[in-house]
């Protein structure tokens, strides 16, 4: 699962430009799969047919990052640019980036700054607004940055590679949410689905971080019996004001109880917590009114879908630099993989059940 997340985040996919990350899912997956497709939005929807009959189960992981966009070529060859999702200005000044050419080339460059030697003549208490900087791509001038094939319109996502690092973790940017791709990819090739009870499909959505737009159309084509997404959270165990400890990087999978796009389904938290529990998974609950996920949009489809989340612990997310614990990563991926063995019935979900 390591080497799938390494080879996940490599693959630049800005929300709506997820055409490469797209390629690499149907490739890898599409002998495996019972059918794939991918809908209009750029969705990639397997699905698994179990050797038993039972409930129909929804899983959504988002394959897009955040990223930027080329707004306009200056003169003198540098790039202004428009956030694709959310970025905070204080973070962005001076990291490195990759503008993806519509011939398919990736050009690094930087966002940039003034010099420490230019700090004096500035105030210090300035936080600059995205659309104040600029990319330098390394052109002497704008038809510098034509040779190199850029052009506005072409998508820009962060350039730090994946490491691993530390006691068992790893660092890099757009684990959000390619980590939980990743672990869509790993149930999908180790489950036994000759055992499995029931029908799956895996959703490798698309402009997740613009509001769940993928998620949306991919309910629409599947009329799951319940559901579960798989994404990275805000861990809150370092010491800023805010972080109130209740969610710890290496404390295990996150079992979703709220945020403020869902109140996870009670029955599909309770099981969750139960195989967890019995199968010695490392788990924590997650209550946190700070994001939102796919399971937004999953649950409220057609007559509603009872759904929870599995979440990713994750410091720094939307950062250049994000850090997970691989083995949260790989307490989500046994929790996935027991919930998709142990369901029966879309009847144990039912409200009053
Ligand atoms: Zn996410």
Redo the contacts with the bound molecule.
């Keep these: 699962m390591r080497q799938t997340l390494r080879e996940l985040v490599s693959i630049p996919g800005a929300c709506g430009f997820e055409h490469e990350v797209a390629r690499y899912l149907v490739a890898r997956l599409k002998d495996r799969a019972d059918e794939i497709w991918v809908d209009g939005l750029g969705n990639v929807i397997v699905k698994k047919t179990g050797g038993h009959p039972g409930p129909t189960l929804m899983l959504s992981a988002?394959a897009d990052e955040v990223g930027f966009i080329v707004k306009k070529i200056e003169p003198n060859g540098l790039i202004r640019f428009e956030k694709i999702g959310g970025h905070d200005d204080r973070i962005i000044l001076n990291e490195r980036v990759v503008v993806r050419t519509q011939d398919g080339a990736l050009r690094p460059g930087v966002i940039g700054c003034i010099s420490c030697h230019m700090m004096k003549f500035d105030n210090a208490q300035l936080v600059r607004k995205h659309s104040e900087m600029y990319i330098d791509v390394g052109a002497r001038d704008a038809e510098g940055v034509a040779r190199l094939g850029i052009r506005v319109a072409d998508p820009i996502t962060w350039a730090t590679p994946y490491e691993e690092f530390g006691e068992n973790r790893a660092m890099g940017h757009g684990f959000?949410?390619r980590a939980?791709c990743a672990v869509l990819v790993n149930c999908l090739e180790t489950v036994d689905f000759s055992q499995v009870h029931g029908t799956v499909y895996f959703v490798f959505s698309t402009q997740?971080?613009l509001g769940l737009r993928g998620a949306r159309v991919a309910s629409q084509q599947i009329a799951a019996d319940v559901a579960i997404a798989v994404?990275?959270t805000a861990a809150s165990d370092t010491f800023e004001a805010m972080m109130d400890d209740t969610l710890r990087l290496g404390g295990g999978v996150g079992i979703k109880v709220m945020d403020f796009s869902l109140l996870a389904s009670v029955h599909v938290r309770k099981k969750l917590q139960r195989l967890a529990e019995a199968q010695n998974i490392p788990h924590q609950l997650e209550i946190f009114p700070g994001?939102g996920?796919d399971a937004g949009e999953m649950h409220k489809e057609k007559a509603g879908v009872p759904t929870s989340v599995l979440s990713i612990p994750s410091r720094y997310?939307h950062c250049p630099v994000e850090v997970i614990d691989l083995g949260d990563l790989t307490a989500t991926r046994d929790l996935l993989a027991a919930f998709i063995t142990a369901m029966r019935t879309k009847e144990e979900f039912a409200f009053l059940a």
């Design positions: 988002h959000d949410d939980g997740e971080e994404d990275t994001i996920t997310a």
